[in-house]
């Protein structure tokens, strides 16, 4: 309803800065044709990207693609491998979920403890451990620091998992209150 007023009063550029920090909708603007990727908005990308492994340019690799090096797309493509995204199947369908894509978080969303289990008893991973970063997570709260099993739990009210890892010896810390309260 309102693209044609947006695009009339605001440039590519000026949107991009106005909500850089929301991937998700710059994304739904880019598909609905109210920003359009050019050479300054890919330099944006890139330069907002500096200091942050888990950076625009990862999630906007397709919009950017044809505007950046050779030797950059390459290290892209290699960062997205090496983290076993699947770029051809799942990688644009993953950002648009806007959800870290590791498995546990997976389980730890579908509050499913006895895949949980099986996966970090296979893995010998720690109860304690930290959800693993993503480029497609898209919660800021999420993204401002690396949190635990059981704050990722909390968070989605996944009650079965907290109760889970609460029994295996995890701590309760204050912080959990705050990822809680996401999940009502």
Request: with cysteine; charged share 25%; aromatic share 14%.
């Amino acid at each position: 309803f309102f693209s044609k007023k947006i695009k009339q009063n605001f440039s590519s550029s000026e949107l991009f800065d106005l909500l850089k920090s929301n991937r998700m909708l710059i994304l739904y603007l880019i598909d609905t044709d109210i920003i359009t990727i050019d050479e300054e908005i890919s330099n944006k990308i890139c330069q907002f990207s500096q200091g942050n492994e888990w950076s625009y340019k990862y999630f906007f690799y397709p919009e950017i693609k044809s505007f950046i090096s050779e030797g950059e797309r390459l290290n892209i493509e290699s960062l997205i491998k090496e983290q076993n995204f699947n770029i051809i199947d799942q990688f644009d369908e993953n950002r648009r979920k806007g959800e870290n894509d590791y498995i546990i978080s997976l389980f730890i969303r579908h509050d499913s403890v006895s895949e949980l289990d099986a996966y970090l008893n296979r893995i010998n991973l720690p109860y304690s451990s930290q959800i693993r970063e993503s480029i497609f997570e898209s919660n800021s709260f999420l993204n401002k620091k690396r949190v635990s099993l059981i704050e990722y739990a909390a968070f989605y009210g996944s009650i079965q998992v907290v109760k889970y890892l609460w029994l295996n010896q995890v701590d309760l810390t204050p912080s959990l209150w705050i990822h809680a309260i996401h999940s009502n």
